[in-house]
């Protein structure tokens, strides 16, 4: 099967077809336990392509949606389960209980998806229009 590297070579994302096999290299590059520093290269050039492919294509407008419909909506994009969140987040626990809407985002968790997504971290502040359920 060889590395997530030799498998797709760096290049302009011009279609969806391009942009499936990209995210997917990412991802599996991104869950490594351990990066080379030529793997981290890579890997932040491809994100750089990523975003710049979804940025011209494939806008969000989340302006009717809530914080936790935009972490949904961002998650259920690129793939992440709760767990994933949990784990991105630092908790595993953490990723279902923010999912459900049982547990508020931290501007420390705000930091970590802003940065993460690629998105302003203001999309996370918003005034929720649910109610958190009480532990």
């Given at each position: 099967?060889?590395?997530p590297?030799?498998?797709?070579?760096?290049?302009?994302?011009?279609n969806?077809?391009?942009?499936a096999?990209?995210?997917?290299?990412?991802?599996?590059?991104?869950?490594?336990?351990?990066?080379?520093?030529?793997?981290?290269?890579?890997?932040?050039?491809?994100?750089?392509?990523?975003?710049?492919?979804?940025?011209?294509r494939?806008?969000?407008?989340?302006?009717?949606?809530?914080?936790?419909?935009?972490?949904?909506?961002?998650?259920?994009?690129?793939?992440m389960t709760?767990?994933?969140?949990?784990?991105?987040?630092?908790?595993?626990?953490?990723?279902?209980?923010?999912?459900?809407?049982?547990?508020e985002?931290?501007?420390?968790?705000?930091?970590?998806?802003?940065?993460h997504?690629?998105?302003?971290?203001?999309?996370?502040?918003?005034?929720?229009?649910?109610?958190?359920?009480?532990?």
């Open positions: 099967m060889g590395s590297m030799s498998r797709w070579t760096l290049h302009v994302i011009r969806d077809t391009d942009h096999n990209a995210v997917e290299v990412a991802e599996e590059l991104a869950f490594k336990d351990r990066l080379s520093p030529v793997e981290r290269s890579y890997l932040d050039v491809l994100w750089v392509l990523i975003e710049k492919y979804e940025s011209e494939h806008e969000i407008d989340v302006s009717a949606l809530d914080p936790l419909e935009i972490v949904q909506y961002l998650a259920e994009q690129s793939g709760a767990s994933d969140l949990g784990r991105l987040l630092g908790n595993r626990a953490l990723g279902s209980k923010i999912m459900r809407g049982e547990r985002l931290s501007k420390d968790n705000i930091r970590v998806l802003a940065d997504f690629n998105v302003e971290p203001g999309i996370f502040l918003k005034t929720s229009k649910r109610t958190p359920v009480e532990a």
